[in-house]
T-cell receptor
C-alpha cells in the first residue's frame, strides 16, 4: 500500500535556530498534505496544511514546502523555541476529501536545545 | 468548548476482558475517527463515522467495534482484549461539508488519548 515516510526520526536544534523536518510520500494521487505536532502525553495538533496546487504555504513561524516532482514535503520552523520540542507528523490524504485514507508518517522527534 | 474528550486516560485490561473507550465532541463535527498509535509508529485508522448512524472500517478494524447514535458520541468497543491491542488510542473529529471542497475538511481535532495495556 501507499505510505508516508520521514527521512530522519530525530532532530536536535539549538534554540533560536531554524529547523527543517522532511517527509517523503509515495502516493502521487494525494492532493492534500498536513503537518501535525504532538507534544508528550497529548494528542496531535494541526500546524499547517497545503494543497497540491501550491508549492509553499506560510503560517506563523512555520512554512510548508511541497515538491510534487520528487514527492517531498518539508516543514520549516523559524526561530525555534523550547515549546517547539515535540514529535511532528506529516500526513497525506490519498486523493480522498475525507480522512478515510489519511496516511500518517512515523514522525520526527524535534528537540530544542536551550 | 471542550473539544474532543476521551475517557479513560489509562486502563489496564486482562486478556479476554472487554471495555469501551468513550469519546465525545462538542463542536458539532460530522466526522469522527478512532486511531491507534503504537510506539514509534504513526497513527492507524481503526474506524470512522461520517455522521450519526453511519460507521465504516478503517485500516485496522479487527477486534474493535463502534457505534454512532448521536453526533457528539463515538465509543470504541473492545470485546475480547488481546495483548496486540496494547496501544494509545486517539479519538478525533472534523467538519466536512460536501460541495465546499476545501479548507478545514481534513483538519482533525484530536482528544488527549487513552493508554490501554492488555496483560
Amino acid at each position: 500500500g501507499e505510505s508516508v515516510g520521514l527521512h530522519l526520526p530525530t532532530l536536535s536544534v539549538q534554540e533560536g535556530d531554524n529547523s527543517i523536518i522532511n517527509c517523503a510520500y509515495s502516493n502521487s494521487a494525494s492532493d492534500y498534505f498536513i503537518w501535525y505536532k504532538q507534544e508528550s502525553g497529548k494528542g496531535p495538533q494541526f500546524i499547517i496544511d497545503i494543497r497540491s496546487n501550491m508549492d509553499k504555504r506560510q503560517g506563523q513561524r512555520v512554512t510548508v514546502l511541497l515538491n510534487k516532482t520528487v514527492k517531498h514535503l518539508s516543514l520549516q520552523i523559524a526561530a525555534t523555541q523550547p515549546g517547539d520540542s515535540a514529535v511532528y507528523f506529516c500526513a497525506e490524504n490519498g486523493a480522498n476529501f475525507g480522512n478515510e485514507k489519511l496516511t500518517f508518517g512515523t514522525g520526527t522527534r524535534l528537540t530544542i536545545i536551550p | 468548548n471542550a473539544g474532543v474528550t476521551q475517557t479513560p486516560k489509562f486502563r489496564i485490561l486482562k486478556i479476554g476482558q472487554s471495555m469501551t473507550l468513550q469519546c465525545t465532541q462538542d463542536m458539532n463535527h460530522n466526522y469522527m475517527y478512532w486511531y491507534r498509535q503504537d510506539p514509534g509508529m504513526g497513527l492507524k485508522l481503526i474506524y470512522y463515522s461520517v455522521g450519526a448512524g453511519i460507521t465504516d472500517k478503517g485500516e485496522v478494524p479487527n477486534g474493535y467495534n463502534v457505534s454512532r447514535s448521536t453526533t457528539e458520541d463515538f465509543p470504541l468497543r473492545l470485546e475480547l482484549a488481546a495483548p496486540s491491542q496494547t496501544s494509545v488510542y486517539f479519538c478525533a473529529s472534523s467538519y466536512f461539508e460536501t460541495g465546499t471542497g476545501e479548507d478545514g475538511a481534513n483538519v482533525l481535532t484530536f482528544g488527549a488519548g487513552s493508554r490501554l495495556t492488555v496483560l
